[in-house]
Structures are given as C-alpha cells and as structure tokens.
C-alpha cells in the first residue's frame, strides 16, 4: 500500500494550492480518506476527510469555506483544494486511507499513510 502525496509548497496568504494523493496498493474505491496536518509543537489533526461516494465530506471549523476535499475513483486519487490560505495553514499534510467505505475523523482509525508535504503560508 502507498499513498504518494504531492503539490505542497510555499504561498502568500490569500493564495491557493492544491494538494493530490495518489493511492496504489488498496481498491481504493471502497476506502475512506482523509487529509490531517501538523503544526511545529503541536499534535496531528484532521483537515478534511471523505467517504467512498464522496457524498457529505467533513472539513475540520478552521478550514471550513476554504478548502475542499475530493476525490476521483478512476484514478485513484484525493484531492485538497486549499483556498485562501493563511499563515496559520502551514504545517506538513498528510493523506490517510483506511480499510471503511466511511471517513472517520480521528487518525487513529486510518490505516494507511503517506509520507507528508509542506505547506508553507507567509503574511
């Protein structure tokens, strides 16, 4: 199993970035996925996370109206759209899948991670 995440990087507030994770290994199509983070000093949270339809993702009240998870089966992929970034986005993100149809928000129920990538968010 992997998850190869990509699309981090650097960017001024307001800015938008995109983030992809690309899974292999698992059907993929029946797993529930999830983005978390984690800020210098502090503990992992969940961003956003999305069932097997993609029907009524959860976004985590920090991120809610700026970004949007998605997800596209035929490739195997989930997708962060970060929009209007701020300062206090920048933290190394993470893709998480887990062997449920159904998202869970809590990391400790996700069984496959990616490696992370650095999100960077300057004033």
């Known amino acids: 199993v992997q998850l190869q995440a990509s699309g981090g990087g650097s960017a001024q507030a307001g800015d938008s970035l995109r983030l992809s994770c690309a899974a292999s290994g698992f059907t993929f199509n029946k797993n529930g996925m999830a983005w978390f983070r984690q800020r210098l000093g502090k503990e992992r949270e969940i961003v956003a996370a999305?069932?097997?339809?993609?029907?009524?993702?959860y976004y985590a009240n920090s991120v809610k109206g700026r970004f949007t998870i998605s997800r596209d089966n035929s490739e195997k992929t989930v997708f962060l759209q970060m929009d209007y970034l701020k300062p206090e986005d920048t933290a190394v993100y993470y893709c998480?899948?887990?062997?449920?149809?159904?998202?869970?928000?809590?990391?400790?129920?996700?069984?496959?991670w990616g490696q992370g990538t650095l999100v960077t968010v300057s004033s």
């Open positions: 999305i069932s097997w339809d993609g029907v009524n993702p």
């Open positions: 998480a899948g887990r062997s449920s149809r159904y998202y869970s928000i809590m990391a400790g129920a996700y069984e496959f």
